[in-house]
């Protein structure tokens, strides 16, 4: 969406205006206001126009409809756009060059009071174009004036006041926005990591045997949601182990996968099956289960330590 305001709105619309009034100016004239001759009433109704929108745009700021209102400045330099887009000054100026002196100081006329219209939104955008106009600011209660630059007044040199915005730029800064939010989910998840446990000594952890197995066949357990029974091949035989994963791991998708057993835990009666083992689990901050099992394939009953 912004990359979308910036070059449909800015660029195209306020940016191009002034640009082309300047430009033309400069081309035209070396840059003196042209004197405005006999108005058109195509003229007459543009300027009805600009005096429309600075009533609804002060009533809008008055009333703290400040989205509106940005919308009602934003208008001086659509009309602008418009009055010379129907008006063709480059075309004109071939067949009719005094009238083009009146089509270009409307312009101008114009961007001043694009530049008094814009300052509360945009002040550094004003200050810009003030300074292409050579002017000082006008001051809010010339709005809508059409006698705001005099005839032989010289402008400044014309500039782009903004530049198009292309998809790269904005995919890298999607990318850093990802990067950031990935960073911050991560440190997140720190937070929640639980605590270290009571240290051990080596001998209590060289008790514990721990294995390669692969998964030979899954089911659920009848009446649970959490159960699955899970045979395994564990090198030294073949078992039978009940593991409350079955809301994280359908059993199809376990047959066949390598895992990591304690072969040597006391067995347990669950939903009347013996479990003799446990398979090794890491949990994530957000509950997810996730398998241990060995970067490669390995023997089955391959120790662990």
């Known amino acids: 969406d912004f990359q979308a305001r910036n070059n449909n709105e800015l660029v195209a619309v306020l940016g191009n205006f002034v640009n082309r009034a300047l430009v033309l100016t400069q081309k035209y004239y070396g840059g003196e206001v042209p004197e405005c001759g006999a108005l058109t009433d195509y003229d007459r109704a543009t300027i ?173 357990v009848a009446k649970t949601k959490k159960l699955l029974k899970l045979t395994v091949d564990t090198g030294i035989d073949r078992r039978e182990i009940v593991s409350g994963i079955a809301e994280h791991f359908a059993p199809e998708e376990l047959v066949g996968r390598q895992v990591l057993v304690l072969v040597n835990l006391a067995p347990r009666t669950l939903k009347g099956i013996e479990s003799r083992g446990m398979i090794l689990m890491a949990e994530d901050a957000d509950g997810k289960l996730r398998l241990l099992q060995p970067d490669a394939a390995a023997m089955n009953g391959a120790v662990v330590g």
């Open 48 to 220: 009805g126009e600009l005096s429309q929108i600075k009533g609804a745009l002060e009533n809008a700021i008055e009333n703290y409809k400040f989205r509106e209102a940005l919308k009602e400045a934003m208008n001086f330099a659509r009309i602008g756009n418009k009055y010379l887009a129907d008006t063709e000054p480059w075309k004109v100026v071939k067949s009719d060059p005094e009238r083009v002196k009146t089509i270009l100081n409307i312009a101008l006329q114009i961007t001043a009071n694009t530049a008094v219209a814009i300052e509360p939104f945009m002040p550094f955008s004003a200050a810009r174009i003030l300074g292409m106009l050579s002017a000082e600011p006008f001051g809010w209660e010339r709005l809508g004036s059409m006698e705001m630059l005099a005839a032989g007044h010289r402008i400044g040199e014309p500039a782009l006041l903004f530049e198009k915005i292309e998809d790269e730029v904005i995919d890298r800064q999607l990318a850093k926005l990802a990067a950031t939010k990935e960073l911050n989910a991560r440190a997140e998840a720190e937070k929640n990591v639980e605590k270290q446990k009571d240290t051990v000594q080596f001998d209590d952890f060289g008790r514990m045997d721990i294995r390669v197995a692969t998964v030979l066949a899954a089911e659920k």
